[in-house]
């Protein structure tokens, strides 16, 4: 356990970091990656250059800090990571490599200020959160491995099938290439994808949500594809445009925990924009598979009808349900005269209308539609648990949306 005087030390110096948050972490990744090239292989270089993981990794370990004689008020968003962590490879031997670089960046922005007690302060509290998650993620390793076929790290998966879904959605279908089964895995789960594309120096990394229920004998994903200039899609237009059947791909075991509880059965609403329905696409063949009475709401808003994937399967799947309902909205329709959906994006009032303050709401999809939706849940009155949401990038850390 750590002293009191470096908790006080810890507490006293967080506001200073904090103002330099930014700062420090940007000189942190700076110095670990001109010193080890190879963790290129695990980081997004997208989000790196978008300094998005930056302020990330930096409001954690304050927020951790900050919590550092009660880490137990942190472990809901560690596990979180921890399982980005572990869907990565990110191991034991990591992290003081991490931490030798954050400490040295912490030096260099406090200056003068700098005493060897804070900075010896910093080097145990920093031990201590690396422990709570190594902890945690050889756990989760320990567990993925367990699994009936399953494995830690990265295993070679083969593309079986490649069945286009809409105007910029894509399914890809997977089986082991060793011929091993796949382990489970719960609705609302991810893998990472890891590939090695020519001209790319490092290997890159990026998350796709498995986009059907557990119970296959494969898995499937259902990628975006993204406008040429932007650097988070560069991993989903190479597949788009030379991932074929026959072809490979390095995925880890499936990782995540925005996952559909299926213990609880308070009405349910499943909330998607764009590509953000492919959880929701697993969350709701799970329900269907599993003759669920709860009442559940399908409700998704996509530009129009022609990047819409999977409109037919979801609303026959909520048919199938015994107490199922299905919407869409199209903010620029091409059938103009409205048919079933709605024109616009999904209001207060529809919301009201189709959700009561006890319904459990999944919601997923782009961070300005994640942040309406979820604004507007929280005026209805749903409460903060039962609110879960996932969005594409990486999380800000510990910041609410
Ligand atoms: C992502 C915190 C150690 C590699 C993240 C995220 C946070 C975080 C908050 C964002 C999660 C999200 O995107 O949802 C921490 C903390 C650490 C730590 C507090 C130390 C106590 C490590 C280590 C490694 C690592 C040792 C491996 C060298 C990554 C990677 C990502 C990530 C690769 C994904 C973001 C990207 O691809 O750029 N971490 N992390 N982290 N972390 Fe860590």
Known sequence: ALSQKTIDIIKSTVPVLEVHGVTITSTFYKNMFSNHPELLNIFNHANQSQGRQQTALANMVLAAAKNIDQLESVLPAVVQVAHKHRGLGVKPEHYPIVGKHLLEAIKEVLGDAATDEIINAW?????????????????????????????????????????????????????????QPLPTYEPGQYITVRVQIPGEKYMLNRQYSLSCAPGNDYYRISVKREADFEPNGKVSNYIHDHLNVGDTIEASAPAGNFILNMEETAPVALISGGVGLTPMMSMLETLVNSNSDREVTFIHSARNERVHAFSKEACEMAGNLQNG??????????????????TGHFTKEFLAEKISNDTICYVCG??????????????????????????FGPAMALEKV
């Open 123 to 179: 080097a145990e509290a920093y031990g201590v959160i690396a422990q709570v998650f190594i902890d945690i993620e050889t756990n989760m390793y320990e567990s993925a491995k367990g699994q009936i076929g399953g494995w830690g790290d990265f295993k070679e998966l083969e593309v079986v099938d490649k069945v286009k879904e809409s105007d910029v959605i894509t399914s890809f279908y997977f089986k082991a290439k060793d011929g």
């Open 366 to 391: 782009p961070v300005p539609f994640l942040k309406n939706i979820v604004t507007m849940l929280s005026e209805l009155g749903v409460s903060d648990e039962n609110i879960r949401y996932e969005f």
């Open 325 to 342: 309902r299905c919407y869409y909205a199209y903010q620029d329709p091409v059938n103009k005269d409205g048919g079933h959906h709605f």
